[in-house]
């Protein structure tokens, strides 16, 4: 990918990169989770983070530079908290060889593609292969599917997205920043498949 | 030029057709020895006067290499002689376009009409600069393209485009591929060529490795000038990828690099309009935003505190402006570098979002390999960027951050930053001769009242009692080669309209190059002049270099 070879080799073999200082997970009514967004450029991952955690939706396109940290708090059904720490990456190629210093020790991923847009989704594709050779074992992965709103202009299926999803163990949903559509309950899907820590006993 | 921010300036991109007159040449560069002033001017006793002035402040100086440029008018003076320009061929013309006489004006330090001048103040509507690329639906056949003033150029080693100030790069592969076999053509015979001229053209090349750039300008910048403006185009370049991006050329010589540059245009647009407004990008110098210095050491102190932990270099800013600047032990940040820097983080709108941690080189400090910096606005204007060598310090860092906005917040920083905001930088008017009437009109935010006075009172003042107002010094840039810093006046009364601002600017830009020509300099004294400011008005930039 791009230029990899601009990657100080110091920092690829090193363990840890950008996660909470400690697991913070291991109250089972608060989680903290680190969560991770990829996917190509242009697709709207920072639009759907915005939309989550601050309710705006901005249709000027502004390009993420290396990686955003957002945090949103939800609250689910059963009074359990989830504490999520997004790292909004950048799509562009130059970044590619940097994002394990930002999925590294990830425990969810949301894999975005845009709806319009075939390369995108094969860009996704990359993104899903990349996690299950070099992410956390028992991540959690979401293939998104964002700009429902253009449906007029969309170039792949839903049932696309579904059997690719189910052949690699993800959750699928698709959702639109614009009108945000489903981008709550991404989130709250998501928090409900979190492995919850087993209680002291 | 600290009162120019940079989406007021008038730039080289303004979209309107403006007629260009065949303008006579603006700066006559008196410069040279002495001797050759008084004789070049020997029948004005002022100049004289200014002269033996400026070098008795030279020798009672003992500081080594400092600059100051003060522009002071010579009201007695009505008529000059005005040379013409030597030739009116132009580059558009020659290309087979439209007559010469209808170019896009967008380096238009060429106006002389005065009458315009006047309404230039008021024209806000096109003063507006707006980032990233545009014009994109050009390219080397659109007659509009060829038209433009100041074409940027970066394209790889076997021709392939990867940079265009204006159109669309994959259209100008055609062009980009001229400009590659002009120099490989020059290298194969075992040179390498600098400048070409073409008319009233200049084209610049700058050969970097298996990075090509160049500059096609008809704006009568010195040759340095642009060499200089492509340093640090490549050096943009270099802080987005570093310089190990080479090494992606040596496996595939015909790599397309645009893509890794995905994104990055309004980087790229922002610091070439920076070129027509921002006296850093030619003096190598970074500029302090005036604070008091209680404030200002609050704000050192905490950021010392930080740069002990794992922090390299921890820099408070308010838009170009340096609030405070921290390095570790013996790392250095050198003022390019904090330009490069500041222009990256500013054209980005994702920074003002959120905070952020980026990979982020440094050209100056280690072109070859990544840092990694922290970002975070404190609001609209103040940025603190934290940078340091290990990728997995964010967190940390982000707890530097929440402490730094507490001391900030507690000792009422940023309050104080957004005043200064306000006030402005030095002005003129305030620096009077008499120290017992100074102390009254520094600004508030220095910590003393400044009196009460309006604008065109405070001018009556430094008319009668000061070295500024219309009658004295209108405007200064002082650069201190110790420090690395510069500092300079707002513009006043008469630099007034945008035209004149970046006319001056551009008197500067020569001004410096001309001191550090090693052909003909370095000069310690020289003086300019340009009448276009007025009938009855001649002016002397003044400058001075003391070593």
């Avoid at chain 2, 110098?285 to 050192?300: G, I, K, V």
């Avoid at chain 2, 309209?497 to 370095?522: E, T, V």
């Amino acid at each position: 990918m791009g230029c990899s070879s601009s990657v100080p080799d110091r920092s690829a073999g090193r363990l840890g990169g950008v996660n909470p200082d400690n697991g913070g997970a291991n109250d089972p009514k608060n989680l903290r989770v680190k969560l991770v967004l990829l996917g190509d450029s242009g697709v709207g991952k920072s639009c759907i983070v915005l939309r989550f955690v601050r309710g705006q939706f901005d249709p000027t396109s502004k390009v993420t530079i290396g990686a955003s940290f957002l945090s949103q708090t939800i609250a689910l059904q059963d009074s359990t908290t989830v504490k999520f720490e997004i790292w909004d990456t950048a799509g562009q190629e130059r970044y590619a060889a940097l994002a394990p210093l930002y999925y590294r020790g990830a425990a969810v991923a949301i894999i975005a593609y845009d709806i319009t847009s075939p390369e995108s989704f094969h860009k996704a594709q990359y993104w899903v292969k990349e996690l299950q050779k070099h992410g956390s074992p028992d991540i959690v992965m979401a293939l998104v599917g964002n700009k429902a709103d253009l449906n007029e202009q969309r170039e792949v299926q839903t049932q696309d997205g579904i059997d690719y999803a189910e052949k690699n163990g993800m959750f699928f949903i698709e959702t639109s920043a614009k009108t945000a559509d489903n981008i709550n309950q991404l989130f709250e899907e998501i928090a409900k498949r979190l492995p919850r820590p087993t209680p002291p006993s | 030029m600290s009162s120019r921010s940079p989406t007021t300036t008038l730039d080289d991109e303004e979209e309107a057709l403006e007629e260009e007159a065949e303008s006579p040449v603006q700066l006559n560069a008196i410069n040279g020895s002495f001797s050759e002033e008084i004789v070049a001017e020997g029948d004005d006793d002022f100049v004289e006067d200014q002269h033996f002035e400026s070098n008795s402040k030279a020798e009672s100086s003992g500081v080594n290499e400092e600059i100051s440029y003060t522009w002071r008018n010579v009201p007695e003076i009505d008529e000059v002689e005005r040379p013409l320009s030597p030739g009116s061929s132009g580059y558009a013309g020659e290309m087979g376009s439209t007559s010469g006489g209808d170019e896009i004006n967008d380096d238009d330090e060429d106006n002389s009409d005065i009458r315009e001048v006047e309404f230039d103040g008021v024209s806000g509507s096109q003063s507006q600069w707006v980032s990233g690329k545009r014009h994109a639906d050009e390219d080397d056949a659109s007659v509009s393209w060829r038209k433009r003033k100041k074409h940027f150029f970066i394209l790889s080693h076997s021709g392939k485009p990867i940079y265009s100030r204006y159109g669309d790069e994959h259209k100008l592969a055609g062009f980009s591929a001229t400009l590659q076999a002009i120099i490989s053509f020059v290298e194969n015979g075992g040179d390498r060529v600098n400048l070409v001229r073409a008319g009233k053209h200049q084209v610049v090349f700058l050969v970097k490795g298996p990075i090509y750039l160049v500059c096609i300008s008809c704006t009568e910048e010195p040759y340095e000038s642009l060499k200089g403006q492509l340093e640090l185009l490549h050096g943009q370049m270099i802080l987005i990828l570093t310089k190990s991006v080479n090494r992606c050329f040596e496996k595939n010589p015909k790599f397309d690099m645009t893509s890794l540059l995905g994104g990055t245009d309004a980087v790229f647009s922002s610091l070439i309009h920076s070129f027509s407004w921002n006296p850093a990008t030619f003096l190598h110098a970074y500029s302090c935003l005036p604070l008091a210095c209680a404030t200002r050491q609050a704000a050192a102190s905490i950021l010392q505190d930080v740069a002990g932990s794992g922090v390299l270099f921890a820099l408070l800013m308010c838009k170009h402006k340096v609030i405070s600047l921290v390095s570790a032990q013996k790392a250095s940040l050198h003022p390019d570098d904090i330009l490069l820097l500041s222009n990256f983080i500013m054209s980005s709108e994702s920074f003002r979002t959120s905070e952020s941690f980026s990979p982020i080189c440094l050209p100056r400090y280690n072109p070859m390999a990544f840092l990694y910096a922290y970002v975070h606005y404190f609001d609209i204007d103040t940025y603190l960027i934290l940078l340091t060598t290990s990728s997995d310090a964010f967190y940390h860092l982000k707890d530097c951050r929440i402490r730094i906005e507490s001391v900030l917040l507690n000792s009422n920083v940023l309050s104080e930053v957004q005043r200064s905001l306000v006030d402005g930088g030095m002005h003129i008017e305030d620096l009077l001769v008499e120290p017992t009437s100074r102390a009254g009109a520094v600004s508030s935010h220095l910590g003393q009242p400044r009196p009460g006075v309006s604008a065109p009172g405070r001018m009556a003042d430094g008319f009668v009692g000061g070295i500024g107002g219309p009658a004295g010094l209108w405007h200064f840039i002082y650069r201190s080669i110790y420090l690395d810093q510069y500092v300079s006046s707002e513009f006043s009364s008469p630099i007034n309209s945008l035209r004149q601002q970046k006319r001056l600017y551009r008197a500067y830009q020569k001004l410096y190059s001309s001191m550090h020509d090693k052909g003909i300099g370095p000069h310690k004294t020289q003086f300019r002049r340009d009448e276009n400011y007025g009938r009855s008005f001649l002016f002397y930039p003044v400058a001075l270099r003391m070593n």
